[in-house]
């Protein structure tokens, strides 16, 4: 490993440019050789790949993933970073940094630029404060993307590998879960960070499905019916339904479709798995 992950190393480089973490940018930079290894290996990198990291900030990780994959492009929003960054990775001639908000990029475009639009590989140490809107544009948009490796807060990687029964059950595990297999790498001290955040963090990979792993007739429609029920998490299905404005449905024809997707009429949203909404949704039709 590089010295980008010595922390005396980092705080010079910080010091020489006048540099302060961001807080408002989730900058916590990674300080752990054995945690890049973990990424890095979990990731499956090949020269043949080309990687899109999100939020490089100094180059610690990207670093590594240019010694692995054939190009990097690193996306970065913070331009007072972009300086540090030519100058750390400056001995790397296949790595392309992008100052952009990642969720005003145009991806595709990326792919197609730098990947002949062959799939990305995604790896990421996420800033934490949008990390879920970061997961569902790259899911949602069905953008040519192979897989994502990203470090996000320990809470999140649960919520996005549970099941029903269990507190942390929503929205993101049930979109997680039909775009992608997730499995969980590694669990990650806040001392691997400096600054050192206030959360234990997790690393998790995604290995984006070629088709959804449920069918259904109408996909937005399935979403509707998710988030109907999460929004009111403690009331009944039938209720949920009624009161969320886009699916505009009548208590009526919810019941009905409940009836007829074989729960009971007082069953709770957050009982059902991704199957039983595909086939509620199916019903709703
Ligand atoms: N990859 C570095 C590491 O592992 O040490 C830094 C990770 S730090 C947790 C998150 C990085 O994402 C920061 O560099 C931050 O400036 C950047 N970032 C925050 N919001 C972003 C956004 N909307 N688009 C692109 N980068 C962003």
């Known amino acids: 490993m590089g010295n980008l992950s010595n922390p005396t190393y980092i705080s010079a480089i910080l010091k020489r440019h006048d540099y302060r973490a961001q807080k408002k940018y989730g900058q916590n930079f990674l300080i752990d050789d054995h945690i890049l290894s973990e990424i890095i290996d979990a990731a499956d990198i090949t020269k043949e790949d080309t990687v899109l990291e999100i939020g490089p900030g100094i180059g610690t990780l990207t670093e590594e993933l240019a010694k692995a994959a054939g190009q990097v492009i690193a996306v970065e929003i913070d331009s007072n970073l972009i ?18 908000d990642i969720l005003k990029t ?7 630029e730098y990947n002949d639009e062959k799939p990305l ?3 990421a140490n996420l800033p934490y ?14 953008l040519p993307i192979e897989s994502i490796t990203v470090m996000v807060q320990k809470e999140v990687a649960n919520r996005m590998v549970t099941g029903p029964g269990s507190k942390d059950y929503g929205a993101l595990s049930l979109a997680v879960q039909y775009y992608t297999t997730p499995k969980i790498i590694c669990d990650v001290s806040a ?3 400096m600054p050192r955040p206030n959360v234990d963090s997790t690393v998790i990979k995604l290995t984006v499905n070629e088709e959804p792993s449920v069918q259904v007739k109408d996909e ?3 979403f509707k019916c998710i988030r109907a029920s999460f929004n009111q998490r403690r009331k009944t299905l039938v209720n949920g339904l009624r009161n969320y404005q886009p699916l505009n449905v009548e208590r009526e024809q919810a019941a009905e479709a409940i009836e007829k997707s074989g729960f009971s009429k007082d069953v709770r949203g957050e009982t059902l798995s991704l199957k039983e909404f595909a086939i509620l949704a199916d019903n709703l039709l």
């Open 191 to 193: 001392n691997c960070f």
């Open 129 to 142: 404060y949008i990390t879920s809107p970061i997961i569902m544009e790259l899911l949602e948009r069905r």
């Open 220 to 222: 937005e429609l399935l």
């Open 106 to 112: 145009d991806i595709k475009a990326i792919a197609e």
């Open 121 to 123: 590989k995604v790896v």
């Open 83 to 100: 300086p540090i960054l030519e100058e750390s990775l400056f001995n790397f001639s296949n790595i392309t940094i992008i100052n952009k």
